[in-house]
């Protein structure tokens, strides 16, 4: 497995964005399987929406999800994202927590789990599931320490972290016929299917909803 890092990695990523949107979209899908964050992102203390919902007692207002939707809509991955489900390709996101830490869980994950990931949800057009760690494990999925990624036709692509949880130090993508690449379609299928069964889908209220979706549409027209 060849690890790919900084331009090299972002090139591929992009290679295969366009594998994904030149292909029929009739066999694709795309799922994310996070591995469970462990520390707090030091990429969070320069986020505008963290420290404005950390200054307005961890609730966020009607102005932090703008300004979440405003960046967010700039994203590369929020743009191919759309494309993607403008041609229908289902794309799910499974969430991986640990129970016993959630229910004692540090403002940074609570931030990550309950604004972060439904707002990208909802920008870039996901279905985002929350599962228990404790439940993978009882199922027979084994833990993994980077994300898996069934990345349409263009295959598998791993993702690896630095020391800070969202700082992606390394992607490895891998395609039919090559090492690890059957495990790893398997456990991320697994793990949707385990998300589908058990898990909890996470979404935000309507109303919110509707504030992330009109910042994004302002955004993508000015």
């Known amino acids: 497995m060849i690890r790919l ?22 066999t694709q899908q795309i799922v994310h399987v996070l591995r469970p964050p462990t520390r707090h992102p030091a990429w969070l203390d320069e986020d505008w929406c963290y420290t404005d919902w950390v200054a307005r007692d961890y609730e966020p207002a009607e102005e932090t999800w703008k300004g979440f939707a405003y960046v ?31 229910e004692s869980a ?29 439940d993978c494990r009882e199922a027979g999925l084994p833990d993994r320490d980077y994300d898996v ?48 069964e058990r898990g909890e889908l996470i979404r935000l209220p309507a109303a919110v909803r509707q504030v992330l979706e009109a910042e994004r549409e302002a955004a993508e027209n000015a």
């Open 5 to 26: 890092t900084g331009e090299a990695a972002e090139a591929r990523l992009a290679e295969a964005w366009a594998t994904i949107h030149g292909a029929s979209s009739v």
């Open 72 to 102: 967010a809509s700039s994203w590369p991955y929020t743009r191919d994202a759309r494309r993607a489900r403008a041609a229908l390709i289902p794309n799910i996101r499974v969430c991986v927590l640990e129970r016993a830490r959630w």
């Open 106 to 134: 540090p403002p940074w994950l609570q931030f990550i789990a309950e604004v972060h990931l439904p707002a990208t949800a909802v920008v870039a057009g996901e279905a985002l599931y929350r599962v228990w760690r404790e």
């Open 149 to 196: 990624n069934i990345w349409g036709a263009a295959g598998v692509m791993l993702t690896g972290y630095g020391s800070s949880y969202g700082d992606v130090a390394w992607r490895a993508f891998l395609e039919n016929g090559q090492d690890g690449y059957r495990e790893e379609r398997d456990f991320a299928l697994s793990a949707r299917d385990l998300a589908l």
